[in-house]
């Protein structure tokens, strides 16, 4: 295949370009540069998609497959105007952000209710993130058509150059063994995919012509399997598990999915009980294969080693983890 990968030079876009690469696809990555460089072996054009014309080093071109990750109606727009007539498919990675109802556990992605789209001019706020991905995928969806437009709600990505504090925090805390403060009740949801997991579906969207709308994330967990798992595959022997509930934790000022004092992974209930708890039953059937936690949690563990500099700082400190810990046994005692 011809593939274009709008981006390509860092984490999911990367990973993309990288997985074609191997496969022996003919790979671009379009990009302006400036979070990094593509695969060795990837052709790169520089290309700003906020200009009208940032696209214009493609003309002529054709490609089976384009795979586009912009969270900017803007950006989508310039983009299927200049290649929609000359593209076989069109993978559009969206966000479970998209979704109006959080609350509501095993919701699926062809019946859930959508926020409203985001207003024109507010394309760059934060807060419209979902909405503003809700637009761009009805801007690939009418280009392309809807049996040539795969949209690929992501949730929560993780592995090897995630450079969030959300999975690493983790993978650097178990390595470190003892008592670890675990958030809520081991048997609440979480869910994610492997970055390089959604990659190689997103390809495979694009060999097998998948189109309509699936949720990119694995089968949602239990907490608890969650942090055994990384603890199995990282911790040393004698690591323990403390679970504290979630109002505990709020009194104690930690703060919840990350950031300064959050212990990630740990969204308040019931008003999150849908964010990490979709139903994804679709998606498993259309291809997505998803490897174990603790395999991803070493692959984490490697790069972190290799580049500690490149996770944001985040989460609790040893200290303020030792801190809540005491006083929860006090509280008990």
Sequence with gaps: MRVLVLGGTAFLGREVARQARDAGDDVTAAARGETGAPPEGVRFVRADRDRPDGLSELDGETFDAVVDVSRKPSQVRTAVAALAGRAGHWSFVSTCNVYADDSTPGQKATTA?????????????????????????????????????????????????????????WVARMPRGGEVLAPGDPDDAVQFVDVADLAAWLLFAAETGLAGAYDGMGAAMPRGVLLTSIAAALAPAGTTLTWVGQEFLTEHDVRPWSGERALPLWLPLPGYGGFLDRDVTDSLAAGLRTRPVGETARRTLEWMVADPSAVKAGGLSADDEANVLREWHARRS
């Design 113 to 169: 209710k959508l926020v409203e789209p985001a207003p024109p001019d507010d394309e760059d706020d934060p807060e419209m993130y979902g909405r503003a991905k809700v637009t761009c995928e009805a801007l690939v969806t009418s280009a392309m058509g809807a049996d040539r437009a795969f949209l690929c709600r992501a949730g929560l990505i993780v592995g090897p150059e995630d450079r969030s504090d959300r999975f690493p925090y």
